[in-house]
């Protein structure tokens, strides 16, 4: 069993489903309200040990009751929680989703989540350090995701850049980590002076470019190659990404090759948008080779 640090947000996702997007200054009547747990670095951790995956967790959650209901659902899913702290004067960090249109549209309220500091990383160098692998995402303090890459860089533990959401990212740490996973947007701005062909060619089995229903496109050193999706009938988008980041990782630390990772990731993705939440749909790592 590999073992695998995920350091980033944990969230309350406040998931309202409509036939439509409200216009500005629209009032329109929903279909549904749910409350999931989510956040970015949550998903990744559960996911990757729906996977089998032995997961740490390193975040932060609010004095609250969503913070509680994050903490069970971390150990409902065999996700270790030893570097998950409750931040007792602030609230949990929320996600606002809006289904409809056949996608999702996300607004993203940080709370304690801008406790993950580097001084908060210092508390969990022990198990960062003897991971396969380290999965961070951009939910979390800028400065935390530098520190962290140079632990890693400087440690020889691989890490893997969610750039989510998308912000502009330093040289330095795009060179110290091992994979970075922007879709098509973050593309963009990670590499605003180059187009995406240039970019992939500059970092050859390292920079995948998810494409959503298209799939995942990387160079192999010699070649562009577009790893397709899987079609489904999707019920919920939210989560895939987080889902294809876990479920890549979990494949890469156990020795599969790029391809073979990037297609592992996306059936574990497609399986995810067939159910409701980010969570929810995440499958087993049993759902997933049995679907390849």
């Excluded at 995920?6 to 409509?18: E, H, K, P, Q, R």
């Excluded at 089998?52 to 659902?73: P, R, S």
């Excluded at 990387?218 to 562009?224: A, H, L, M, Q, R």
Aim: charged share 20%.
């Amino acid at each position: 069993m590999i073992k695998m640090t995920v350091i980033g947000s944990s969230s309350m996702d406040l998931v309202v489903t409509a036939l439509k997007r409200p216009n500005k200054g629209e009032t329109i009547l929903g279909d549904s309200f749910k409350t999931v747990p989510g956040g970015k670095g949550a998903n990744q951790a559960v996911a990757a040990a729906r996977l089998g995956a032995e997961v740490y967790m390193v975040g932060c959650v609010g004095g609250d009751t969503f913070g509680e209901e994050i903490l069970n659902n971390f150990t409902s899913n065999g996700v270790i929680t030893t570097y998950v702290e409750p931040v007792t004067h602030l609230e949990t960090g929320t996600a606002h989703i809006t289904l409809a249109e056949g996608d999702n549209s996300i607004i993203v309220v940080k709370g304690a989540n801008d406790y993950v500091t580097p001084a908060y990383i210092d508390k969990a160098l022990d198990v960062i350090v003897k991971s396969d692998i380290v999965l961070i995402q951009q939910e979390i303090p800028e400065e935390t995701i530098e520190y962290t890459a140079k632990i890693c860089f400087e440690n020889s533990v691989p890490l893997l850049l969610n750039p989510a959401p998308a912000r502009p990212i330093s040289k330095t740490v795009i060179d110290m980590a091992a994979y970075i996973t922007p879709n098509e947007w973050e593309a963009s701005v990670l590499f605003e002076n180059k187009d995406i062909h240039t970019a992939l060619k500059e970092y050859p089995n390292k920079l995948l470019i998810t494409e959503g229903k298209n799939g995942v496109r990387y160079n192999d050193g010699d070649n562009e190659v577009l790893v397709p999706a899987f079609p489904v009938e999707a019920v919920d988008t939210t989560g895939a990404g987080d889902t294809f980041n876990a479920a890549f990782a979990v494949a890469i630390a156990e020795g599969k090759t790029i391809k073979d990772s990037i297609l592992f990731a996306n059936r574990a993705a497609s399986l995810s948008v067939t159910k409701f939440g980010a969570q929810g749909g995440m499958p087993t790592r049993k759902e997933v080779e049995e679907n390849l």
